[in-house]
């Protein structure tokens, strides 16, 4: 190559590199900051999602799987959470060590079914619930008494 062509290329990748490292650079704006705070405090609240609620599990009296007051509160905050996220959940039917195998099985369904049942008659899709029993095989408490068996006598939603 020549020498003036050699200096003519050198000066042009000179002049583009300049060019595109000057197009780099982003405009900064300056907002107020009251008009800056309300928009992050706007965002944060718009992307925020429910959060679960805390109490997992609703109780059975002895050989029931009816849902009194203290589990419609617990399951009215879970049909509003699963509502809000479309969240899919598991529900698990479980019982005390009293009775066969067989019998807790299917109270623990019964139990999984109405805590499903509520759930959808407070505006939760159906396809959203998963039920499962197991009866006696997973309990929280292992002494026997009827403290103990109260722990048992659930239904867990995960």
Request: proline letters at 3%.
């Amino acid at each position: 190559m020549k020498p003036q062509s050699m200096k003519l290329a050198l000066i042009s990748f000179a002049a583009a590199s300049l060019m595109f490292a000057g197009c780099a650079k982003k405009e900064v704006v300056e907002t107020s900051s009251s008009t800056s705070s309300a928009a992050t405090t706007s965002a944060v609240a718009t992307e925020q999602a429910p959060t679960r609620p805390a109490e997992s599990s609703v109780y059975f009296a002895f050989d029931s799987s009816e849902l009194d007051a203290a589990a419609q509160a617990t399951l009215d905050a879970y049909a509003a959470w699963l509502k809000a996220t479309g969240t899919n959940v598991t529900v698990e039917g479980n019982c005390d060590e009293r009775g066969s195998r067989e019998y807790n099985l299917a109270l623990g369904q019964r139990r999984a079914d109405a805590v499903r049942d509520y759930l959808v008659a407070h505006g939760v899709d159906a396809g959203q619930i998963g039920t499962v029993s197991y009866g006696e095989e997973k309990p929280v408490c292992t002494t026997s008494g009827e403290a103990c068996w109260a722990q048992n006598r659930r239904a867990d939603i995960k």
